[in-house]
């Protein structure tokens, strides 16, 4: 059971060790993870490696288990978090196709569909509403592009 979890945590965990009997993880993260405590585990950063975490517990009496469930939580929301940004940007090109091939009547009533929800955004046509100088939606009286019908 311990190995499935050291092989599950590799490479990030490069060691477990104690310290004055107290467990100690060493952890080092991928350039722009995100490192974080919990009520029971704190961390050290070291100051030679910006990557690299000492990882220990609170109470000294912790497991060493409990070290290792908040190192997996801290590795699975890093992936998950650049997993959403390559989603991100392959939404992001779907949406220039999108954009590219619809006329604003047509995108003017833009929905996003979950399985599960639906998110709408809508345009308060009674508000004026800009971005970066652009009224939105567009008017033909504000000097800015304006779709042909």
């Given at each position: 059971?311990?190995?499935?979890?050291?092989?599950?945590l590799r490479p990030y965990v490069s060691g477990i060790r104690f310290?004055?009997?107290?467990?100690?993880?060493?952890?080092?993260?991928?350039?722009?993870?995100?490192m974080f405590e919990s009520e029971s585990i704190l961390y050290k950063p070291s100051s030679s490696n910006e990557n690299y975490f000492i990882v220990y517990?609170?109470?000294?009496?912790?497991?060493?288990?409990?070290i290792l469930g908040h190192v997996k939580s801290?590795?699975?929301?890093?992936?998950?978090?650049?997993?959403?940004?390559?989603?991100?940007?392959?939404?992001?090109?779907?949406?220039?196709?999108?954009?590219?091939?619809?006329?604003l009547s047509k995108l003017n009533n833009l929905?996003?569909?979950?399985?599960?929800d639906t998110?709408?955004?809508?345009?308060?046509?009674e508000q004026n509403k800009t971005y970066q100088g652009v009224e939105l939606p567009p008017k033909s009286t504000?000097?800015?592009l304006k779709e042909e019908v």
């Open positions: 059971m311990f190995q499935k979890i050291l092989k599950e310290v004055k009997d107290l467990p100690v993880v060493d952890l080092i993260l991928k350039e722009g993870w995100d517990p609170d109470n000294p009496e912790d497991s060493i288990d409990n801290v590795i699975e929301y890093n992936i998950e978090k650049e997993n959403k940004l390559q989603l991100l940007k392959v939404k992001i090109e779907e949406l220039k196709m999108l954009f590219n091939n619809n006329k929905k996003f569909v979950f399985e599960e998110i709408e955004i809508e345009v308060n046509k504000n000097g800015k």
